[in-house]
């Protein structure tokens, strides 16, 4: 438990100390709700006019920019994947059964990983339907 403390103290100073650094970047300019109010219909209607002469998201685009940066990340998935199913299972044959048996639940982790590393396409494709909607 005290790990978890250190770890979330540590976590808290360091989000304080950028926090810090980053103060004198914000400049705040509005005075009252008003303007506030205005500059926020503004940004708003800058937002839409942009949309609107862009012609929304070009899916294909994003897609064959993204395909090599895809293929790479699954190939260093799948390599993990059997370094760590390999590791696993010697470790396995060489442990006493107690042993065995906290490496069987550690095994539903590894499950759940390589469905996400080899079902990325279909999380992808999901969020690509997603995101041209808008």
């Known amino acids: 438990m005290k790990r978890y403390q250190k770890f979330l103290i540590v976590a808290i100073a360091i989000n304080l100390l950028i926090g810090l650094v980053y103060l004198n970047t914000f400049e705040v300019s509005a005075t009252s709700i008003t303007e506030m109010e205005q500059k926020a219909n503004g940004f708003i ?3 839409k006019q942009a949309k609107d002469n862009a012609g929304g998201f070009d899916t294909q685009k994003i897609t064959q920019s993204f395909t090599g940066l895809g293929s790479l990340l699954t190939m260093v998935g799948a390599g993990v994947m ?3 199913v390999s590791y696993m299972g010697i470790k396995y044959l060489m442990s006493p059964p ?3 048996a906290a490496l069987k639940q550690q095994l539903i982790g590894v499950v ?3 469905i996400v590393i080899f079902g990325a ?7 690509l339907r ?4 808008f």
């Open 45 to 47: 209607e800058a937002g």
């Open 121 to 127: 396409y279909g999380i992808w494709s999901a969020v």
């Open 82 to 84: 059997v370094a760590v």
């Open 130 to 133: 997603v995101v041209s909607n």
């Open 112 to 114: 759940v990983a390589g």
């Open 98 to 100: 107690d042993k065995q």
